[in-house]
């Protein structure tokens, strides 16, 4: 009898594989997100200390709020990527 082993899959070859060739630079990995986040929540934290103390309670959400969207949003943009590659 004829071996079929030609028509089986090879699941171990069609597995996901890391692409080789340059990584893609506008791809953050979660420590390089880490990364980048913590200037903006250290000047989050800044604007809004020095806000109260000077008492420009407006610029609290303004300042603060900005750069806090904006270091979620580093850490947003980077989800799912760490388990790849």
């Known amino acids: ?29 979660g420590i390089g997100a880490a990364l980048l986040a913590v200037p903006f ?9 020095l806000a109260l103390h000077l008492s420009w309670l407006w ?11 904006v270091a979620l949003g580093f850490v947003w943009a980077s989800r799912g990527q760490s388990d790849r590659n």
Do not use: C, E
């Not at 028509?7 to 597995?15: E, F, I, M, Q, R």
């Not at 303004?62 to 969207?69: C, D, Q």
């Open 59 to 69: 610029l609290i959400p303004i300042y603060g709020g900005v750069g806090a969207f």
């Open 41 to 49: 929540a250290f000047a989050a934290a800044t604007w809004s200390v």
């Open 1 to 29: 009898m004829a071996s079929n082993r030609s028509n089986t899959v090879d699941l171990a070859s069609k597995t996901a594989q890391p692409m080789h060739g340059q990584p893609r630079p506008w791809r953050l990995r």
